[in-house]
């Protein structure tokens, strides 16, 4: 299992759509922070791999999100071994 949070920069005349739209994203739920332009993100995904598509690829490509930082990243290693 891999937890990402990350900082949303949106548009600010949108951020209650865009929220709205992350929040259709299997995986993701948005939340407001205290400035309009900023939502904070939980990304939830089986995969470092899989968080990375969700952060790179689905969140970007909503409308009105100007761009995504991951700010903190906790991941489980599947061992090779087992």
Do not use: C
């Not at 990402?4 to 600010?12: C, P, T």
């Not at 995904?45 to 490509?61: F, N, Q, V």
Request: net charge negative.
């Amino acid at each position: 299992m891999t937890v990402i949070g990350a900082l949303a920069r949106v548009e600010a005349a949108s951020a209650e759509v865009v929220q709205h739209n992350l929040a259709t994203i299997p995986g993701v739920i948005p939340f407001p922070l205290n400035e309009a332009a900023k939502l904070g993100l939980l990304i939830e995904a089986a995969t470092l791999d899989d968080a990375y598509h969700l952060l790179h690829e689905e969140i970007k490509g909503v409308e009105g999100v100007l761009t995504v930082w991951p700010v903190y990243v906790d991941f489980e290693e599947q061992s090779l071994w087992n």
